[in-house]
């Protein structure tokens, strides 16, 4: 069992920077691959990052490629997102999710635990 507690979110204009922070209970946080994922009213959870277990390997939809960044402190139980130029269509709340299958996987079915959620809202 993995219980995910995120935070860091909050409201910022467009071209700002928010870094968001996952932290995972249990032992084996380091044999799950990890993914953050977003939702936004009225819309469907939209996947936005994934990391293998290891950290070698990592994912990005092109909506935020190049403009965030996923990393994990093993050591720490921690998954973090920064992301950088901000803009409004990246308001959502944003939740990590672990998949014990250990590879990166875009769906968020393939998800098994996931957080309860931090706001973002990006003002114009």
């Known amino acids: 069992q993995v219980q995910l507690v995120e935070s860091g979110g909050g409201l910022v204009q467009a071209g700002g920077s928010l870094r968001l922070a996952c932290v995972a209970s249990?032992?084996?946080?380091?044999?799950?691959?990890m993914g953050w994922f977003r939702q936004a009213p009225g819309k469907e959870r939209e996947f936005v990052a994934g990391i293998s277990w290891s950290g070698d390997s990592t994912d990005y939809p092109d909506s935020v490629q190049g403009r965030f960044t996923i990393s994990r402190d093993n050591a720490k139980n921690t998954l973090y997102l920064q992301m950088n130029s901000l803009e409004p269509e990246d308001t959502a709340v944003y939740y990590c999710?672990?998949?014990?299958?250990?590879?990166?996987?875009?769906?968020?079915?393939?998800?098994?635990?996931w957080g309860q959620g931090t706001q973002i809202t990006v003002s114009s």
């Open positions: 249990g032992r084996t946080f380091s044999r799950y691959a």
């Open positions: 999710a672990a998949t014990r299958r250990g590879t990166i996987n875009s769906g968020y079915a393939a998800y098994e635990y």
